[in-house]
Structure formats: C-alpha cells, structure tokens
C-alpha cells in the first residue's frame, strides 16, 4: 500500500519569500513521485516528477523537489514566490506494478503582497 | 496543441435527474481515467479504460457508469445524482499503465452542482 502526508493544508507565505510545501510518503516498493498544481476551479497541471535517476528534479515556474529516500520525502519548493503561485498543491505517489496515483490531502499556498 | 477537453465546464442537475459528462483527448492514449473530487479534497479514482477494458474501483457506487466509444471520447454517467454527488469531475489520460512512470495529464474539469 501506498501513502502520503502533507505537512500543512495552508501555507501563507509573502511575495519574494521561499515556498516550501512539504510531502512525505510511504511505499513498499520504489516510489514515483509527482507534484500537481491546480488553480481555481481547474483540473491538475504536473509540475515535476521523480521516477529514477537524479534525486533533484526541476518543474515549471521555477519550482523544484528533492527525493530524500532516506527521509521518505519529496519536498516541493521555489526561491521566490509570485502572486501568480497562489493555488492547491497536491503530492502524489505511485510504484511498482501501481500504476494509480495516491494523493495527497492537498496543501493551499496563499501569497501575500 | 494536444490536450484533454471536458465539456461542459460547468453543469447543472436536479436530484435524480440524470446527467452525462463529456471528456476528449487529442493525445492518442491509451487509458482514460475519471476521477471525483469534493471541496478541499483530493481527487478520488472512480474507474479507468485501459483501451476498452473497463476497470472500476471497488468502492465506486453504481449510480456511475462510464462508456468510451473510441480512442478519443469518455463520459461519466451519473443515473440518478444526489445531494452528494455535486463535486468536480476530472478527466485524465496517460499512454499506457504498464509503467508506473505514464504521467496522467488532466482536463479542466466539469463543476456538477446537484438542485
């Protein structure tokens, strides 16, 4: 079986400030993981994936996640945040001969101007 | 470009009376999925097509039911929607599932509202 925690389901954070939104999960087999974006009343845009390989991965708008095996995480994060970035936030797990995505609660970042 | 279509973007419903969703791809994949997702949830797995082979999950209830006619088209059937039924409903698509790597990409969704 296959889950995943994420830390927070609001995270407010000021326009310029680092965003951070925090996913740990849990796999018995090596896991592929994905962070989706989904704005207002829109369907979820992928914004990165980790399947193998380099641990850090590069998405969209500047966002990038980190798999730490050893701490069963997949943080999400972007230096600088925008208005623009205000949406919900889904982590999302799969593995093995799972091809279906578990997902996350959900986290809710708010920027501030 | 190529992309996952639902239509209508927003629908309205009496209690009972029944209501079909669309979904289009123009991807050419394999799989499409039917997800339900209510207020401040994460999305819930209703069933999937792998081509024309229908998969449900276990805990879908019968009151939906899906068709897909080709490649292209899905539709989520509700046959007598209720109260509990108002959620988004997104479509998405992946080319295959014999990897657990196959990203789904998701349509915009259809806003169903129940009266």
């Known amino acids: 079986a296959q889950s995943v925690t994420q830390l927070g389901s609001h995270v407010s954070v000021s326009e310029g400030a680092l965003v951070l939104l925090r996913c740990n999960y849990s796999s018995s087999v090596p896991p592929y993981l994905f962070w989706y974006v989904q704005y207002p009343n829109q369907g979820l845009q992928l914004l990165l994936k980790y399947t193998t390989g380099a641990t850090l991965v590069k998405g969209i708008n500047g966002f990038e996640a980190e798999f730490k095996k050893s701490e069963t995480s997949f943080h999400l994060t972007k230096p600088s945040a925008h208005m623009s970035d205000a949406a919900e936030y889904f982590c999302?797990?799969?593995?093995?001969?799972?091809?279906?995505?578990?997902f996350g609660k959900g986290t809710l970042l708010t920027v501030n101007p | 470009d190529a992309m996952v279509i639902q239509n209508p973007r927003y629908q309205v419903t009496q209690f009972g009376k029944p209501v079909t969703l669309s979904c289009s791809q123009t991807l050419n994949h394999n799989v499409m999925y039917w997800y339900q997702q209510k207020s401040s949830q994460a999305p819930k797995l209703l069933f999937h097509?792998?081509?024309?082979?229908?998969?449900n999950e276990a805990d879908t209830p019968d009151n939906f039911q899906s068709r897909r006619p080709n490649t292209s088209f899905c539709f989520l059937d509700i046959r007598s929607p209720g109260l509990g039924d108002a959620a988004m409903y997104l479509c998405?698509?992946?080319?295959?599932?014999?990897?657990?790597?196959?990203?789904?990409?998701f349509g915009p969704g259809t806003r169903l509202t129940v009266l």
């Open positions: 998405a698509t992946s080319r295959d599932t014999g990897s657990s790597t196959d990203t789904q990409y």
């Open positions: 999302a797990v799969s593995g093995g001969s799972n091809y279906k995505l578990t």
């Open positions: 097509y792998y081509d024309k082979d229908f998969n």
